[in-house]
Structures are given as structure tokens and as C-alpha cells.
């Protein structure tokens, strides 16, 4: 009996059984919409997060598996990995409807609403992040964050079988479609909403009518009435003890006075933050009399315009306000816009070299190192302690010497060293800024290349906020060295004929495409020897600048050059007045400036891209053209930093009759390749060591202090061509960007007719402005009168031939011959006196 009872107690019923299964089933149901809930909730998180740090990131996610690599992700690699999926890689701001369906869905899985209702859900969450990601796609292409790849794509799509005006309107028919279906519209919905606005107005003019048949019947109250039971409940200004009587209803026109006074009144007041009174005593009397009425109106015009000035004086804030609108409205100006489809060239238009690392011969480091010591030792100097590092192509041995050992007793000692580890530019630097060390730089007997692909992949160069990058290669520590040419702000090579002068220029102007937009930088080529720098012809529309009548952007004539030259300091001074004009002190503030719109381009004001000026073999010009050239060079050095304007000259001989005082004054950033002797080395870096680098791109930088020695980038020319190849065959600006029109005094002569009849019609009035200002500039006209360059410089030219102006000065403005405006009425009066004669 017991074994019995003992298995019916094991024993379940069915319905024992039912009821268990179903709690199982309720728990999983239960931790299904949490686990549901929690996803979505980590999505949201780390979609917010790559908004925020997601860029930073990007350059990491190749090396997850690193764990000593650090995210900013909120959720870690595996929210940074999220987010670029998502975001990047899928449908961008809209993949935040995915999070929202997943904790929709959960929560409607944690009480148990029915499961068509679900599906509902997830099927109008994900028709929307499709349709948004698209639209997103479509009108913010520049940035791949709000759209992602999957609305770029099929944007591109679209774009090529039905152009951009059939997208627009697909996008419109598809989101029409969707709202009426997803929010259950109808057509006769919509025609009752619009049929029901006019009655809408019926009815708020019939209560306005109902207010005023109210008003008409208002009568006043009774003689000293207590304050709490005055009709406007704020207190009086002033105050008069008056006798109070009952007055008889007015007439209409009366009522219709008052009415006018109370608004009027209010209005004046409001503004004048007074508190607001009904007329200005303490009367009661509802219904003054006509004289009393007018009193009124005359006090409430006084106040009304000591309003409308103290508005007038605000006037920069209503510019503030407008601009801050306009941006509400428009977003800020897009320099890029233009070429909003551009892409940069890809990483892999460049060569591998191999991975980049370092291969370390420890025999060789050994073998340094006893040599070192033993020299050292044999003229009695003991050391310390001594340490290695290992570049490229150079490795650098600290030591530190015992103490009582005189640093120069080392330095002399140069040569010595060479001799005895038989290698060819050591190099001593005694001692080593900051560290306290003394350095010797020893070649590697077997150097390995920097390819301009591991520098540029980089995220030292990548991630680098800077105006205008400059990668140049690796320091001895196989560091990425990346300098920012904007704070430089010019810069000075010099170097041996084959010591990689050439190969620095283009791995300078490849990282510039690779990190700046066309609407950013502009280039002026100057490139005498005529072979160095003609790959770059085919990104003329895109990157380079040119003077207006030029066939060719790179400049190889140096009469074209002191043209160029002297247009530049044209562009400077134009950048300056419009800097002037903006109330700001350099080109990045300037630019911001235009950005938020707070600059009226019907003023002249233009988005200013950075210029930089490249010349490769300045020696031949100063031989051909001497101050011709050294003098705006000198000029744009001294002051074209503020605007935007820089340069890059190289020479092979950097002799003190090519590099003079002026020039060097005025480009504190160098670099030397290898150079033949001491004197030279001095000339450029102001101190020997050029002439002992060991050449194929072993330099020398300095920025006006210590000397850091690097590996420059190596980029071949077929790697050159194929950047301007990718580059060349995107869409590009009409025509290169123009520089201001100069004319030398060779061609500027000024034989014109005197025929007043060939004369520009602005003539008399450009002549009344340069008499005015007393200054015969072009530029002057381009302001005050919204002219083009080459309209104003024509006009120069005519009031040059009828001797209102002097002839050209060079970058100076030209001399006004009359004195005043009276004495320029009374030249044309005898002008056409003259001319009827």
C-alpha cells in the first residue's frame, strides 16, 4: 500500500502536466521579451556612441581581437563593431528604428498582446528605416553617418537609371504611399480637413464680433471703488486724487477711440517692460473725451518711437538672428557641395612595400656598440650606460657617460667613431634635448623603405585634426611623423641633385589629396626643369590654380612666374580687405564665419580656399629673374601666412646669393636632404648635419628649434600617376581656379584711344571712388562698385589714359593725380568743353 501511495504521489495528472508546461512556457515568454528589451536598449547605446566616437574607432575595428586596443564605444568593441555595422555599413541614422522595433517587440511580448499586432510593428519599423535611410541617403550625401552605405547605394541606383529629378519624385510618390497606408489616410480625410479650415476662420471671426458687441455694453462702475475691483488688476504708475462720477455710455465713436488708446497703449508700454495701465492716471473713467483721447494717442506716438530706435540699435543682433535662421533653415554653407560626389583616392592606389616593420640584426647592434665603447675607451671615457633604437634607416645609440666626461671631448670625437664602425654619416648629437643622453646615429646596413602607403594608412595621419597635413615619413623611433603645414607656415627644402628632393615634393602634395577636398586647397605649380611636376596637369579642374589668359597651370615660363607671383600678392591683398570687411584676423575664422552664414556673398564675401604656392628648382629663377622674383616671394613670406597663402620653395643649391636673409627670415620650418658640404648645411638649417645624412631620402627637419631627423616617404612615379588618374576622372569644376589678372610692364602698356565714347559706363562714378580714397586699386572697385577683376582693372586702365590715375607701381596701388571731387568735376567739364570744340 505504501509503494503504492508513493507512486501515485510521483505520478502527475495531465492536468498537473498542462499547467507546468504552460508555466515553462510563460517563463521563456517572460525572458524572451527582457532578452528582447536589453538588446534593443545596447543598440541604442552603442548607436548614440558611434555618433559620438565612432570615427576615432573605425581606424581599430580591423584589430579586435587586440585587447590591449582601446574603444570609446560605450559597450566596447562589441558596441563599436555594432555601430559601424549598423550605422556605417547599413541604413545610418535610421537603423535606430531596429532598436526601437526590438524593445517594441518586447514589450509587447512582456504583456502579452497578441502576436499580429507584432508583426504589425515589425513590419512598418523596418519599411521605415528602409524608406528614411534612403531619403537621408539621397539629400545628405556628404555625410555617410545620417544615410549609410545601404541608402547611398541604392541612391547611386536610382540616380543612374532615373537621374536626380526621377528620385525626387519616386522618393515623394513612395513616402505619399507610405503615410497614407502607415497612418490609415484617406482621401476624403484630407478634403474634410481642408474644407474645415475656412470654417475655422468663420467661427474665430464671429467670436471676435461677439468680443466687441461686448465691449459696446460696458458701462463704468461707481464712484470710489476699492483697488481690488479696478478692471486691470496690475498697479497704477501714478496716482491722483480725483472725484470719481458716474458717466453715461459714449458714443461709437468714442468706444471706437478708447479701443484704439487701450491697444496702442498696451503695446507702447509692453515694450518699455512699464507695467501696463490704462491710460496714464488712475482714473476709472472707461470713456474720456476727445481731447483726452488725443492727449493720449500723442504720449503712446512718443513712446511708440523711442521704441523703434532703441530697435535700430540693435542692429547685429537682427543680422545674428538672421543668420542663425537661415543656417535653422539651410543647414551651413557647403564648400563641397559642388563636388559632393567626390571621393578621395583609395590606399591602394600606392605600393606595398613590404609591412613596415623593422627587421632587428642583433649582431650588427652588438658589434655598434662594442666599437663604440672600445673608441671611447681607448681615449679614456668611460660609460655609464648605453641603450639603442632602431628606425628605418638610421639607429640611434644613447649613452651616458661617466661623470666628470666634458660633452664637446665626445663631440670631437666625430670622426674618429665613423672610422672605427666603417659606415658613412654619423652623425653625434651631444646631447639630446630633454633626455640628458648623447646621441650617435648610425646607418643600418641594410635600410628598409617607407612606403607612402603605411604613412598615409596611418592613424597618426588619419585621425590628425589639422588645417593643411603633411606626412613626411618615420623618425628614427618609427614614428609616423605628420606636421600641419598651415602653422609652418612655409617651408624651405634644399638638397643634393638625387638626395629625394623630388620624391618629398610629391609625397607632401599626395597627402594633401588624400585628406583635403577640392574646395578646400588649391595649388600653384611652378616647375622650371618642366619634367617634375607635369603628372599633376590632369587634376588642373579639380586641385590646381592658374592666372585667367594661361593655357597651362603648371607654370614653366618665368615671365609667367613673376606674374603668378606678383597675382598672388593681388589675392593677398583682396583676402585682406575681405578679412578687414568681416571684422576677423585669419582665413580659419574667416571661413568659419562664411560657414554660418553670417557673410553676405552679395558683398563680395566668397569661401577662401587655402593656396599653396610649390616651387621646385628655385635657383633658376633667381639666376633668370633675380628681385623680379625674391621681392613678392619675400612679400607674400611676410604676410600671405593670416589669409591662407603658403609656400613651398626647393633648391639644389642652397647657396647665400639663392637663400637670402629675407627669404630665410621668413621660413622658419626646413627641411635638408643630404647636402655636399658644412657651409651649405649652414645656410639652410642654420648649423651643420646635412652634410653627413646618408641620402635616398634621409632629411633633416627643423621649425625654428631642434632638429628631428626622418625617413621621407618613398612615392614612385607610377604610384603619382595613378592618384591623378583616379582623381582626374571624377567630375570636376568648370574651369581651374582663377587667380586675379595681372599685367607685367611689358604688356600693360597704355596706349588706349581717348575716345570718351569707348569709355565703361561706371567710368565717372569709378573715378569719383578712387578720387574719394585716394587709392588706384582695382580691388577698390571690385568692392565698392560689385565688379568683376577684370571689368575693374580695364576701368584702371582707362582713367590711367585720361590721367586721373598714375601709372603701375608693381603690388603697389597706383597714384591718384587729381586731389578732390571738385577738381575731378571741373577736369570733365573742361573734358567736354574740349570735346564740343
Known sequence: MERESKSTKKKKSPIETKKYDTTILKNSRFLFSILLIIIGISLTLSFVSYFLSGIEDQSNLAEVGDRELEVHNWLGKLGAYLGHVFIYKGFGLASFFFAKLLIHSGVYAFF??????????????????????????????????????????????????????GTILLICFITIVFLLFRYKLSPTKIRDFISAIPAKFSSLSARTKLDDATFDQITTPVKEAPKEA???????????????SLVMPPKHEDVVADKEEVKSTTFAIDHKSIKPTIGHSSELNLHPKKEEVLAEEEAVKGSSEDFVIEAIKEEGTVEENLAAKLVQDFGEFDPTLELSNYQFPSIDLLKDYGTGSITIN?????????????????????????????????????????????????????????????ALGIRIIAPIPGRGTIGIEVPNTSPSIVSMRSVIASPKFQSAEMELPVALGKTISNETFVVDLAKMPHLLMAGATGQGKSVGLNALLASLLYKKHPAEVKFVLVDPKKVELTLFNKIERHYLAKLPDSEEAIITDNTKVINTLNSLCIEMDNRYSLLKDAMVRNIKEYNEKFKQRRLNPENGHRFLPYIVLVIDEFADLIMTAGKDVETPIARLAQLARAIGIHLIVATQRPSVNVITGIIKANFPARIAFRVTSKI???????QQGADQLIGRGDLLYTQGNDLVRVQCAFVDTPEVDKITEFIGGQKAYPDAYLLPEYVGEEGGGTDFDMDISERDALFREAATVIVNAQQGSASLLQRKLKLGYNRAGRIID??????IVGPFEGSKARSVLIPDTIALDRFFEEEQKDLFN
Request: charged share 25%; aromatic share 8%; proline share 3%.
Open 680 to 686: 651649405d648645411s649652414r645656410t639652410i638649417l642654420d
Open 362 to 422: 642583433q649582431e650588427e647592434l652588438e658589434e655598434n656598440k662594442n666599437n663604440i665603447v672600445e673608441t671611447l675607451r681607448n681615449y679614456k671615457i668611460d660609460i655609464a650606460q648605453i641603450k639603442a633604437t632602431v628606425g628605418p634607416t638610421v639607429t640611434l645609440y644613447e649613452i651616458v657617460p661617466e661623470a666628470g666626461v666634458r660633452i664637446s671631448k665626445i663631440k670631437n670625437l666625430e670622426d674618429d667613431i665613423a672610422l672605427s664602425l666603417a
Open 112 to 165: 502579452g498582446i497578441a502576436s499580429r499586432r507584432i508583426k504589425k510593428v515589425v513590419f512598418w519599423d523596418l519599411t521605415t528605416m528602409i524608406l528614411l535611410g534612403s531619403f537621408l541617403g539621397f539629400f545628405w550625401k556628404q555625410n555617410p553617418l545620417l544615410g549609410g552605405t545601404v541608402g547611398y547605394e541604392i541612391n547611386l541606383y536610382l540616380t543612374d537609371y532615373l537621374g536626380t529629378a
Open 230 to 244: 479696478i478692471v486691470d488688476p496690475v498697479p497704477v504708475a501714478e496716482e491722483k486724487e480725483e472725484d470719481y
Open 798 to 803: 582707362q582713367l590711367e589714359a585720361a590721367g
